[in-house]
């Protein structure tokens, strides 16, 4: 079983950047196909971005196609969400989780494993 913890959140102005990590621990993190997701208080988890096993394949909501970029280390066993011109209406609480398979998928409920969740704030 892999253990998932998010890094990188905070408070930034609109238009800034963040990078956001997910670390892993307990299985190599090559194993899984992994995804991003964000929620609000009292709203539903939305999906933002998935990467496949090798990093060559990756999937982006079209809320965020252009803006956000997905990648993963091997040698870090993390996988990062990098999240530029950002906008008052990102602020959530971002998720990595972590699947198996070969397929991206964008539901919460196909993913297995999950972070603790890092909070992102962006001020107008």
Same mark, same amino acid.
């Given at each position: ?7 990188? +959140?905070?408070?930034? %102005? $609109?238009? =800034?950047?963040? @990078?956001?990590?997910?670390? !892993?621990? *307990? #299985?190599?993190? &090559?194993?899984?196909?992994? +995804?991003?997701?964000? %929620? $609000?208080? =009292?709203?539903? @988890?939305?999906?933002?971005? !998935?990467? *496949? #096993?090798?990093? &060559? ?68």
């Amino acid at each position: 079983q892999v253990q998932l913890v998010e890094s990188g +959140g905070g408070l930034v %102005q $609109a238009g =800034g950047s963040l @990078r956001l990590s997910c670390s !892993a621990s *307990g #299985r190599p993190l &090559s194993t899984y196909i992994m +995804g991003w997701f964000r %929620q $609000a208080p =009292g709203k539903e @988890r939305e999906f933002v971005a !998935a990467i *496949g #096993r090798s990093g &060559s394949s990756t999937y982006y909501a079209d809320s965020v196609k252009g803006r956000f970029t997905t990648s993963r280390d091997g040698a870090k066993n993390t996988v990062y969400l990098q999240i530029n011109s950002l906008k008052p209406e990102d602020t959530d609480v971002y998720y990595c989780a972590g699947k198996g398979g070969v397929q991206l998928t964008t539901t919460p409920r196909s993913y297995d494993y999950w972070g603790q969740g890092t909070q992102v704030t962006v001020s107008s």
